[in-house]
Nanobody, 131 residues
């Protein structure tokens, strides 16, 4: 069982920055692929960013590329999402997720962009960007 706890959400003005954290339980954190997803009111959950285990390859949604950065600290069992140049359209509940299954390297990017790949989810943290 993996437990994920997000923190760092809040209200920020457009153009501002926030950093989300997601602390994971479990002794095998380094073996998890980790991701961030978000869900705005009335919309489906969408992929934001992911970081693979071991090598730490990162992938981003086009809407956040160049503004958001995902990273992981295995010593702290934590991943981060640094969000810069925030826009009102970034307003959503942000969820941290862990994928514990085996994923072939060749399929990694497509699989990790898909929320069905992930086995465990945090409770979510609200980000509101005011214009």
């Amino acid at each position: 069982q993996v437990q994920l706890v997000e923190s760092g959400g809040g209200l920020v003005q457009a153009g501002g920055s926030l950093r989300l954290s997601c602390a994971a339980s479990g002794r095998t954190f380094s073996s998890y692929h980790m991701g961030w997803f978000r869900q705005a009111p009335g919309k489906e959950r969408e992929f934001v960013a992911t970081i693979s285990r071991s090598v730490g390859n990162t992938y981003y949604a086009d809407s956040v590329k160049g503004r958001f950065s995902i990273s992981r600290d295995s010593a702290k069992n934590t991943i981060y999402l640094q969000m810069n140049s925030l826009k009102p359209e970034d307003t959503a509940v942000y969820y941290c997720a862990a994928a514990t299954g085996i994923i072939r390297i060749g399929d990694a990017e497509s699989r990790l962009r898909n929320d069905r790949t992930y086995d465990y989810w945090g409770q979510g943290t609200q980000i509101t960007v005011s214009s």
